[in-house]
């Protein structure tokens, strides 16, 4: 297999062909050199039963294996204001990545595989700082391209075009053998459980529904598992240092204190590089955000609508500092969810990729957190490797099983279980080596839900079976005894060590020993 190269500066063009190996590097010596394009390909012929899977942009982007000639849905069709209005091209990819709209052209980021049956063959790059290695396969023309996400960025010295790993064989082997010449192992080795307060009360929250809930986990939580207050606590988006007061008079500490005394760690939820227009952050500190045409660069519209904090400014990093110092060593937390993370890389500088930035960012919030937990969210996986203990890896779910209608023709980023359920079978070969994968919540509640009983129970199944964190969003005081006892169910579930997972186009079939008990499991991908 042969891999022909491009690449392209305002002064020079570089090209040239080389022989795949397990793992392939290219690189040239650039001298202050402004990239234009950057682009490696090589053929790849399937067979026609084989999928297709390109991991997408960030923690929320669906991602699904692919058929040969599916159509990678983006947001054709969309009115241009609409998408300027709500900022939807902000989240993803689809503001700096041009998509064909042709059935059999698959575009992602980092890493991508081809399976068939149960044989992968991965394709995986081993650094993400000269660029985002975009991945787009053509099954028309059965060509993988591999281009850098580089345009318009000024190198000097020796500039890697492509750093890949290749590789045959199971999805542990292949998984295996990326990470070890990575070089990057897991933090976390065992599965958190636990309560998050946000998919019943989402920001309608108070000390006293909080202690309410936290009550209620007696009944099916067991010590050391997490309690997480999520968003809501804060006055708004950016302003961390006090907690709401008219919500949560008695202050974060107070909170933090019945959280261990009942005996669970303390989580809490917060987005430290984003903040909101109604903040005091925003109002008191705009010169503090990225500028776009003289303006603070807008990263979206939830909330208020939010905008992206200079984590190069060193006044926001002595903020930042501040935050996690009082988060941590005055109010005693254990672990914190960092949210909307992709806010502070979303555009290069000169001499900087967005994946560099990306990946100095994390580096830089892993110093301020030191040994204390992170799940990360919203986040450029690749950038976040190892350094976060949890990571989200698909989209928020939904209380409905694929959301209202009108969201679904919209960006790969909307929530939805369905496409959740997704992404946590499929992004299952980084659980346990890049980080232990979050798939998000499940519920088994009657109330304030719209999934049926089988859809409940398919979403809790593969959560237990391929996720590395078990959160319910459920008031457990509310829990009949036989809604307890599924919960414990589906902990000895989540416990099983697995034997083999075996992907067919509507269902998962697992082997698992439960207890010790060989037992196989089929799950249905679809919700039905």
Known sequence: MKISWYLKTDQNTYQGEVEAQEKTEIAVNLSHETIASCVCRVNFPLQTSEKIFVNGFQSWTYCPEHDPHDLDRSMQGVPSFVIRKYGLDKSGDEAFTHYGHKRGIFT??????????????????????????????????????????????????????LDLFQASGSEKEVFDGWFKELGITSRAAAKLYGY?????????????????????????????????????????????????????PGG????????????????????????????????????????????????????????????????????????FDRIFNEWGFDLVKLDFLFAVAMKPTANETRAARMHRAMIYLRSLCKDHLILGCGVPLFPAFGLVDYCRIGPDMSLSWDDVWYMKPLHKERISSAHTIINTVVRHGIDGRAWRNDPDVFLLRKDNIKMNEKQKMDLARINAIYGGVFLTSDNPSSYTPEMQQQYQQLRQLSEAKIISLATGKDEITANLLVDGSPTVMKVSLKGR
């Open 108 to 161: 992602g980021y980092s890493w991508a595989y081809f399976r068939l049956n149960n044989i992968y063959h991965l394709f995986g790059s081993l650094d993400e700082d000269p660029g985002y290695t975009r991945f787009i396969y053509d099954a028309n023309k059965q060509v993988l391209t591999m281009e850098r996400d580089v345009s318009d960025v000024t190198m000097d010295g020796r500039y890697h075009v």
């Open 196 to 248: 998050s307060s946000w998919y019943n009360r989402y920001q309608d929250i108070n000390a006293d529904a909080i202690q309410d809930d936290l009550a209620g986990c007696s009944t099916i939580l067991k010590q050391g598992d997490l309690f997480q207050i999520d968003d809501g606590w804060e006055p708004y988006v950016g302003d961390w240092l006090e907690a709401d007061q008219n919500k949560f």
């Open 252 to 323: 974060m500490k107070d909170q933090a204190d019945r959280i261990h005394k009942d005996g669970y760690l303390a989580g809490l939820w917060l987005a430290p590089y984003v903040a909101e227009t109604k903040s005091s952050l925003y109002q008191n500190h705009p010169d503090w955000f990225l500028q776009e045409d003289g303006h603070p660069l807008s990263a979206g519209s939830n909330w208020s609508g939010y905008y992206a904090l200079d984590f190069d400014n060193q006044e926001v990093r002595a903020y930042l500092k501040q935050v």
